[in-house]
């Protein structure tokens, strides 16, 4: 088994009976996405860093209660998603999520000409120009289930929502955004 | 052109993030002032899950199950645990400096203090009787309170027999049951525009993971350690601070946010008690040493 992770099951019972290095592989494992998670959430990268080290500790100290069957993926990112709706709300104030596009991102194409690497990213750019431009939360299921690539559950987790709601808000979410992209594309 | 949702996703990995920080870190640094502290018993205490474990773990230990086990394992040691708690979470604060935006601390008396730059606002309080405008539960006597608790309530003899008294058992209540003592008015301590009362008094237990309250400390509020017939609690004075309570679900809800003033939390023979009102640390120090 030398070199292949452990699964989340193993490291939890590892972490409950006292085992560090356990936790730690947890926490590094998740940690991006706990950090992200709560980034889309907040819009704001400290506000994102506290809760999801709030997140970190409190599932740490719920761990004894946490179900061994079910996912620990959904399970911690509810945590971090409450932590981060906590600290909005108590902020009194969401920060506007503005998504960027990376510089000098290049897809994995093999050697894409000059022309094509500059239509592909001022269609990237378009696009994610009118995701930014969508409502808060058509933004925030859109940035969950392509940006984040959470499941229905982890979304629904993230959005402290039902999965069947999770589903009808990014239908409406897509509905919203389509004809725009669509428009663009005939400009 | 493609499907909107195969643009969506192939936008994912030409996004820009904020670069992710190592949480661990965090974890050890609080571990490594844990030791530096005192707090940790390193041959005793073994890995450092347990270590955190350490750093989370209340003074106070429930009878039953895992967590009473565990607490008779360190009970020699809760007295010099909680002392070093105390100082672990007077380090962390005295380490906050404005430009950091929050230094979240806990410490070993079921009590979770936040340092933030800008406190929350908190909700206007519900109409109605104190103990729902307060979380405090429902109203009772203080002999069916006794009736129902496992451990026993203390009256400080300075202030004498309350006028009102609530009880919160579980699920909003802690898992051992939480008391509160109304002192209505007394002469020597002034009504409280915060609470409506001179003086609130909270005894609460519960399992060892458990925080009972959850406070949030702007820049102008003060804290500071104080010992208590040889037992260690704090002082929390200057602006009213923030205090959370839990709601029906158990949940500390930041909605929940009420503004309290002046308060000393301390450990009392395994009960945590909070003794809150406009009072002086003097007076409070007074009543504290007054339980009986």
Redesign the interface.
């Known amino acids: 088994m030398e070199g292949r992770p452990a699964d989340d099951s193993v490291l939890i019972a590892r972490?409950v009976r006292?085992?560090?290095?356990?936790?730690?592989e947890i926490?590094?494992r998740y940690?991006?996405v706990a950090?992200?998670t709560a980034?889309v959430v907040t819009g704001s990268?400290?506000?994102?860093?506290?809760a999801?080290?709030?997140a970190?500790?409190k599932a740490?100290?719920?761990l004894?209660r946490f179900r061994p069957d079910a996912p620990f993926r959904p399970w911690l990112l509810r945590i971090v998603a409450n932590e981060a709706r906590?600290r909005v709300?108590?902020?009194?104030r969401r920060q506007h999520l503005e998504?960027?596009?990376?510089?000098g991102?290049r897809?994995g194409d093999a050697a894409p000409s000059p022309e094509a690497v500059a239509v592909a990213a001022d269609?990237?750019r378009r696009?994610?120009a009118m995701?930014n431009a969508l409502s808060g939360d058509d933004r925030l299921v859109?940035s969950c289930r392509?940006?984040?690539?959470l499941s229905s559950e982890e979304t629904a987790a993230a959005l402290g929502v039902p999965e069947g709601t999770v589903k009808s808000r990014l239908s409406r979410a897509?509905a919203r955004?389509?004809p725009r992209?669509q428009e663009a594309?005939n400009a | 052109?493609p499907d909107?949702?195969d643009?969506?996703?192939?936008?994912?990995?030409?996004?820009?993030?904020?670069s992710?920080?190592?949480?661990?870190p965090?974890?050890r640094e609080e571990s490594a002032q844990a030791r530096s502290s005192g707090l940790l018993l390193p041959t005793q205490w073994?890995?450092?899950?347990?270590?955190?474990?350490g750093l989370?773990l209340p003074i106070h230990r429930e009878v039953s199950g895992?967590a009473g086990r565990r607490g008779r394992t360190l009970g020699r040691n809760r007295w010099a645990l909680a002392a070093a708690a105390v100082f672990l979470i007077a380090a962390l604060l005295l380490a906050y400096t404005p430009t950091r935006?929050?230094i979240?601390g806990w410490i070993n008396l079921h009590t979770t203090i936040q340092r933030v730059e800008?406190p929350?606002?908190p909700s206007p309080l519900p109409s109605g009787p104190l103990g729902s405008q307060l979380g405090l539960g429902t109203p009772t006597s203080l002999s069916d309170a006794q009736a129902q608790l496992s451990w026993k309530i203390t009256v400080p003899s300075s202030l004498g027999a309350p006028d009102v008294i609530y009880l919160q058992m579980p699920p909003v209540g802690p898992s051992g049951g939480e008391v509160t003592l109304v002192y209505a008015s007394r002469s020597d301590i002034k009504v409280s525009g915060q609470t409506g009362v001179s003086v609130l008094i909270t005894e609460a237990r519960g399992k060892v993971?458990e925080n009972f309250f959850y406070k949030?400390l702007g820049p102008d509020a003060h804290l500071e350690s104080v010992t208590i017939n040889g037992r260690p609690g704090f002082w929390i004075s200057g602006s009213p601070h923030e205090f959370a309570f839990q709601d029906a679900s158990g949940d500390f809800r930041?909605?929940t946010?009420r503004l309290a003033t002046n308060t000393l939390v301390f450990d009392h023979n395994g009960t945590i008690v909070r003794i809150e009102g406009d009072m002086t640390k003097e007076q409070a120090l007074q009543i504290a040493t007054s339980l009986g």
């Open positions: 972490a006292g085992d560090s290095a356990a936790y730690e926490v590094q940690q991006q950090f992200r980034y990268a400290p506000d994102a860093e506290d999801a080290q709030e970190f500790v740490f100290r719920a004894d906590n709300r108590s902020s009194g998504l960027r596009l990376a510089e991102f897809p269609e990237r696009l994610l995701v859109i392509y940006f984040l690539e897509l955004l389509r992209v594309a | 052109m909107l949702e643009q969506l996703t192939a936008l994912a990995p030409a996004l820009e993030w904020p992710t920080p190592n949480f661990l965090f974890h073994g890995g450092g899950a347990q270590r955190w474990r989370l895992e935006k929050a979240a800008h929350p606002t993971d949030v930041q909605e946010l």
